[in-house]
């Protein structure tokens, strides 16, 4: 009896270590590590909170800023809640859950952006720090001293609810499958790519009018509103969507089949309840990074691309009094 139970724990190791889960999750570790190796060197020599001079805000600007990053960190934790609510209902750590960790530890990726030029100007009335990227190797844009992170309102808070984006296109998914039932699988995940395109454009346009962050550059022929510091560049708006859009499908299929994510699948192989948890926590923590690295460096090459700061960005913009 022993002697069975042996062979077929060791039969499910050997099948786990060749599941998608079990890759996913190694990758969550090596993602998380690398991010660790970034910013615990980053903190050991000091947080700080630089501020420039030769800049005005207005007062009815100050208060929007103040007034969203509340907002943020309320509807961070009110996602959190959900989110750890629906794992502990189901007894297991949820597609959107695991998801949503990964994009929060993800951000630890944040100064790719501007990684060899500015993509991307953040509003330096905003809660901000430092940028811990000089701890990346080869990080090297214009005025690498005076890079800031706004860990409340694009870096930290920012990339943990991308989840909301991901949710906004599969509401709108739902909605194109519910609506035209008979539609096969081409037809509807192209529905579906283009539905998260309108979508990610609709809720940059309110986040960029709300004056933390700016896209410093942008090909005038794909961009809204070009030649403004409100730009939204849709190349941006097309790389959020290959984003979104795996996790997506995912979704999809698990509500409507009742299929296992893939990244999840093995990790029932695990020994334990716990064990399972803990491999599709790790598996969504490596997805989430793995897309959100993805997405980075494709904002970064359309960068290139793209034309001369908008003449009419604000001075709280940085690094308009840098020029």
Not at 90 to 99: E, F, N, P, Y
């Amino acid at each position: 009896m022993t002697s069975t139970l042996g062979t077929a724990t060791a039969t499910s190791a050997r099948r786990l270590v060749h599941a998608p889960a079990f890759w996913w999750a190694l990758t969550g570790i090596v993602f998380t590590l690398a991010g660790a190796a970034v910013l615990i060197p980053w903190a050991a020599h000091g947080v700080r909170s630089p501020h420039y001079g030769g800049d005005s805000i207005s007062p009815a600007r100050t208060i929007v800023v103040v007034t969203v990053q509340v907002l943020l960190v309320l509807t961070l934790i009110a996602c959190a809640v959900h989110l750890t609510r629906t794992s502990l209902r189901r007894g297991q750590v949820t597609l959107d859950a695991g998801i949503a960790a990964g994009f929060l530890i993800s951000s630890w990726q944040s100064p790719l952006l501007d990684y060899r030029d500015i993509t991307v100007v953040v509003n330096q009335h905003a809660a901000h720090v430092n940028s811990w990227g000089p701890y990346i190797p080869g990080w090297n844009p214009p005025h690498p001293e005076l890079q800031i992170e706004a860990p409340i309102a694009v870096t930290g808070v920012g990339f943990g609810l991308l989840i909301l984006w991901v949710w906004a296109q599969a509401l709108a998914g739902r909605k194109i499958a519910d609506r035209f039932p008979r539609w096969g699988p081409l037809r509807l995940w192209t529905a579906i790519l283009i539905a998260g395109i309108v979508t990610d454009a609709l809720i940059e346009a309110a986040w960029l009018n709300t004056g933390i962050y700016s896209y410093a550059h942008a090909w005038k022929p794909v961009t809204l509103f070009a030649g403004h510091w409100y730009n939204i560049p849709l190349s941006a708006a097309f790389a959020a969507t290959l984003f979104t859009t795996p996790f997506v499908v995912m979704r999809h299929l698990e509500q409507t089949r009742g299929a296992v994510p893939w990244i999840y699948r093995g990790a029932e192989l695990a020994s334990t309840a716990r064990g399972q948890n803990i491999i599709r926590l790790l598996a969504g923590i490596g997805a989430g990074n793995t897309a959100t690295f993805v997405y980075l460096v494709l904002c970064v090459l359309w960068g290139l691309a793209g034309g001369p700061m908008p003449a009419d960005t604000p001075s709280y913009l940085w690094p308009m009094n840098a020029r």
